[in-house]
Structures are given as C-alpha cells and as structure tokens.
C-alpha cells in the first residue's frame, strides 16, 4: 500500500551511499488513494549504528531539529515531502544512519474544501512556511 521514495535533487534512488555532508535530500512518502482517508507521516527519527534512535519530527509531523529537517510538507493528500539540507551523521566509525517515519491512513475530515487537514507547525528561523499548504 506505502511506496517509500528518496528523493536525491529530483532523482528517485531505493537506497544512498556515499553522500558527503554538503548534499541535500528530500524524503518522499507515497501510498495508494483511498477515498475517504488521508496519509499521515509523523514520529521520525534517525538511528546510527548501535545507538537508540533520536527522534526529529513529533506526532504531528513538525520537525524537532529544523537545523537538519524540514516540517512534513504534503504534496496532495496521499504524498507527503521531507526536506533535509543537512544529512545526518552520528560520532563512531559507522556513517550509516537510518531515517524512518510512522505512516497511515487516516480517515478525512470532512470540510468545504474537500481536503485533508494538517496539523500547521509553527515557522521558526530556519523554515519559512508552516507544514500545511492551501491547495487550490
């Protein structure tokens, strides 16, 4: 039902090695339609090698480090974007980090719009725009 995407500079690759602290990535979140429901991508955090993971976005998707990760951006209501300017990289000898997010279907409230709704963060000096984009 989810297809996990990442997204490297507009190019889809299932998995990096490699990258140098200087590149910046983006963390695309996809799932099937379903109508009636909207996807919901929260609670991320990023392990290294050994250690317990480090949460960096909270149950609403509002980013907890916006030095290294962006609010969860929502494309359309079953698409969903992370931006990361600053890849992550913990102290040891291992540089591998994994980065994973809680995702599900929630059902939509129903409003005028017909849209799904997000919890808005709240902008601070590294992010310009809350999470919740108006949709036309």
Do not use: W
Not at 56 to 79: A, M
Not at 112 to 117: A, I, M, S, V
Request: with cysteine; hydrophobic share 25%; aromatic share 10%.
């Amino acid at each position: 039902m989810f297809e996990k995407k990442l997204d490297l500079n507009r190019f889809v690759y299932p998995k990096l090695s490699g990258i140098s602290l200087n590149t910046e990535l983006y963390y695309k979140i996809k799932c099937e339609k379903r109508e009636g429901y909207c996807l919901k991508v929260n609670n991320c955090t990023v392990t290294g090698q050994g250690q317990k993971p480090y949460s960096v976005i909270d149950e609403n998707g509002c980013t907890k480090e916006p030095s290294l990760f962006h609010h969860v951006q929502y494309e359309d209501d079953f698409t969903a974007g992370i931006y990361n300017p600053v890849p992550i990289r913990f102290r040891g000898t291992q540089s591998a980090v994994k980065f994973q997010c809680s995702t599900l279907l929630s059902p939509a409230i129903e409003n005028e719009n017909k849209k799904c709704e997000h919890q808005r963060c709240i902008a601070n000096e590294y992010s310009k725009e809350a999470n919740l984009k108006v949709q036309d």
